[in-house]
């Protein structure tokens, strides 16, 4: 990820976009208006979705109509879909890294707005759903609040007259390319966290390109860091999935010298779909030998440049065997890195195995360790099993 450009100013205020920056809205946009799509006798692209991020319901609106040439006007639309959306704003979760940002500036006294194309009273209803998350804000700005929505920069000037800021003393954090340019307009520094994945290229114009909120530092633009990492890794609320172990693209052992166990992302791309790609660690269980360290990559690979979203763990045991077919399950705990592309095979390799020995050290903490015992890993028969942390339940078919 690019680097942070260096700053002139010390930066006071910080402001957030919503959708798309904190919390996971495409999966709602996904699950309202592709049955509506479908119901009209058009195919859904996925693709074409992608063209909806930054933008405003109006304009959304209008590019749905003219991609799928569906026999509406643009009010129609939205006086049809709107209702539908509305009832899905509880069910949208923040994106990896959200709650712990919002909680970090609000304890350190940074003053924080929310500035949004959506209207204001469907910014209202979204965050009123996530505990401490509308008391957190010092500013809260819609789209309808404002003359023109990003890429214009007047939500971004009024967030920052409604709190005292100086323009140039503020901080922005977007998903998209409109809320880049909008920022940028106003005369902000913008790190660009973006929501459509491969496409890090387009925002040279940000100061700072990150892969999710979690590769976040603060302290590079002058704000209180996180002290959350603990030896190169960062504890995250736990996750569990499993499934069959396939065969996977024939480069782990082969080509990496890295024996990977992979399993059928489609059992669990909903849950996948949630989590932002990098590297990741916990524990592996396996159905009849035992439970492992493991350390895995989420996302494209980019050295190879995957098409599809895969989830690749690594077992940090050596295996007089193949064991395809034989159930495993994962429990993740911890965070490593964002993924990265390399100038070579050798320097991947080097850094596989380095995730690896940081993997090795992190699971003897304590905090880690006590996942190993979980009930998820140790009757892998059991669908849905409730962990001994979280009670969180799950089924991986």
């Known amino acids: 990820m690019a680097a942070p450009k260096p700053f002139s100013r ?18 709602v946009v996904s699950k309202v208006v592709k049955p509506f799509i479908v119901k009209n006798g058009k195919t859904w692209d996925t693709k074409k979705a992608h063209k909806l991020v930054g933008k ?3 304009e959304a609106a209008a590019v749905v109509l003219e991609d799928y040439g569906l026999p509406y006007s643009t009010e129609e639309f939205l006086s049809m879909i709107t209702p539908m959306f509305s009832e899905q704003w509880c069910n949208i979760k923040p994106l990896p890294g959200a709650n712990r940002l919002i909680k970090h500036l609000r304890s350190n006294g940074v003053p924080t707005a929310l500035a949004s194309n959506s209207p204001r009273s469907n910014i209202e209803a979204k965050i009123s759903c996530h505990q401490g998350w509308k ?18 920069p007047d939500i971004f000037f009024e967030a920052a007259k409604r709190m005292n800021a100086t323009p140039s003393n503020c901080l922005v954090i977007e998903d998209s390319l409109p809320g880049v340019t909008a920022g940028k307009a106003a005369g902000m520094h913008v790190i660009a966290v973006p929501s459509v994945p491969k496409k890090t290229a387009e925002f040279s114009t940000a100061d700072e390109v990150i892969n999710s909120l979690l590769d976040l530092r603060p302290e590079d633009w002058g704000l209180p860091p996180f002290n959350d990492w603990i030896e190169g890794t960062l504890p995250i609320e736990p996750w569990f999935i499993g499934g069959p172990v396939i065969k996977g693209f024939g480069r782990g052992s082969k080509v990496l010298g890295i024996p990977t166990a992979n399993l ?19 524990w592996a269980g396996l159905s009849t030998r035992g439970i492992y360290k493991m350390v895995m990559s989420i996302g494209w690979n980019p050295y190879f440049d995957n098409t599809e979203k895969t989830v690749e763990p690594w077992l940090l045991h050596d295996f007089d065997e193949d064991f395809y077919g034989e159930e495993m399950r994962l429990a993740i705990v911890g965070y490593i890195r964002p993924e990265a592309n390399f100038p070579s ?6 850094r596989i195995h380095e995730d690896g020995r940081i993997a090795e050290k992190a699971l003897d903490l304590p905090m880690y360790a006590k996942y190993k015992d979980s009930p998820y890993l140790r009757n892998p028969l059991q669908q849905g099993s409730a962990t001994d942390a979280n009670q969180v339940e799950l089924n991986s078919k």
């Open 10 to 27: 010390l930066i006071s205020h910080v402001i957030l976009d919503l959708d798309g920056t904190l919390l996971n809205t495409d999966s």
């Open 56 to 58: 405003t319901p109006y």
């Open 135 to 152: 008391e957190s804000f010092s500013a809260i700005v819609g789209g309808d609040e404002v003359e023109k929505g990003k890429p214009s």
């Open 264 to 282: 059928p992302a489609e059992n669990f791309s909903d849950l996948v779909s949630e989590h932002t790609s990098g590297v990741y660690f916990g």
């Open 345 to 350: 095979l050798e320097s991947l390799i080097e």
